[in-house]
Structures are given as C-alpha cells and as structure tokens.
C-alpha cells in the first residue's frame, strides 16, 4: 500500500510500488555528455501508471508548491513518444531489502520490481525537487520465455551454435 509521508520542515515523501527500469545503466551511473557538460539519468516505468500518477500528483499538491513535477519546464514526470514515466536527475541506489544494506549489482537492477522511496522538497525558484532516495527490490521481474518456440533448436549441441537455413531468414 502506497504512502505520502509529510514532515515539518516540508518535507514530502512518497512511496511508489511497481517501479520497473528499462535503461537502468544511467541510473546507477549517469551518461555525462562532455561537449555539454550534462549529465543525463535514466527513467522508471510502473505497472500501474495511472495509479502512480495520481499519487505523485497528491504529493504534489500535499508540498503547497508550485507544481514543477508535471507542469515545470523540466517535468519529472515524462509523457513522450515511448509512453509515461519518472524521469530521475540523481543517482539511484537499489537495495535487494528493506532489511538489508546489500545494493543489487549494477547489471542486474532490470531484474527486479521496486518501491521506490521519493523525496519532493522546495527548489531554489520555488518550485518542487524531486529525488529518488532508494529503490527497494519487492520481486523479481517475470521475463517468461516460451522455449517451445524454439523446440527444433534444442536437439543440437548449444556450444556448437544454431544453423538457420538461408530460406528461414526475413531478409
């Protein structure tokens, strides 16, 4: 069950359950463009992006700051061409448990679901700072694979590779 937490110094904090990544390299570590002198973060995808956003929108609203999250010239939240998510601008760090200090391994974080904790405080123009504090791993990422499709591949030896006759090529 998701949560908004909000403290006496402003302070909003949210949990957002069902975070997946689909370029999780740039949030562990960030793409820097050195001709522009950027750094560029990966973003999150959820399972349940509507739910997600109306939760984000009611931590939005719970700052009392003018929303920078969905409406500012630098949305943390992206609608695009590849579909919604939240955009990250800081390093993130993935934990295996809530329980644990263990960090999952750079090249594994696409294989897990999380939760993940954000932080919306005030910017210097007065608008909201979104961070993702951490990311806890809830479950793995079901990646079901159908091995009957390649059933006529099995009997051979792998380590010898697979011959595909030229007919059975699209091209």
């Known amino acids: 069950m998701a949560r908004i937490i909000k403290n006496e110094t402003g302070l909003v904090s949210?949990?957002?359950?069902?975070?997946?990544?689909?370029?999780?390299?740039?949030?562990?570590?960030?793409?820097?463009?050195?001709?522009?002198?950027?750094?560029?973060?990966?973003?999150?995808?959820?399972?349940?992006?509507?739910?997600?956003?109306?939760?984000?929108?009611?931590?939005?609203?719970?700052?009392?700051?003018?929303?920078?999250?969905?409406?500012?010239?630098?949305?943390?939240?992206?609608?695009?061409?590849?579909?919604?998510?939240?955009?990250?601008?800081n390093r993130v760090k993935f934990y295996k448990s809530i329980k644990s200090s263990e960090q999952i391994e750079n090249d594994k974080v696409q294989d897990y679901i999380y939760s993940l904790e954000v932080h919306l405080k005030k910017s210097k123009d007065g608008g909201i700072f979104l961070v993702v504090a951490r990311a806890i791993a809830t479950s793995r990422n079901s990646n079901a694979y159908n091995d009957e499709l390649f059933e006529d591949f099995l009997d051979g030896d792998p380590d010898e590779g697979i011959e595909i006759p030229d007919d059975d090529l699209p091209f």
Not at 14 to 36: M, Q
Not at 57 to 72: C, I, M, P, S
């Open 14 to 89: 949210v949990r957002l359950d069902g975070a997946y990544v689909s370029n999780g390299k740039h949030l562990v570590d960030p793409y820097i463009d050195d001709e522009e002198n950027k750094r560029y973060f990966g973003n999150f995808k959820f399972s349940n992006m509507a739910e997600t956003k109306a939760l984000l929108k009611q931590a939005v609203r719970e700052t009392g700051l003018n929303d920078t999250v969905f409406y500012g010239p630098y949305p943390k939240w992206v609608e695009d061409q590849y579909g919604e998510s939240l955009a990250v601008q």
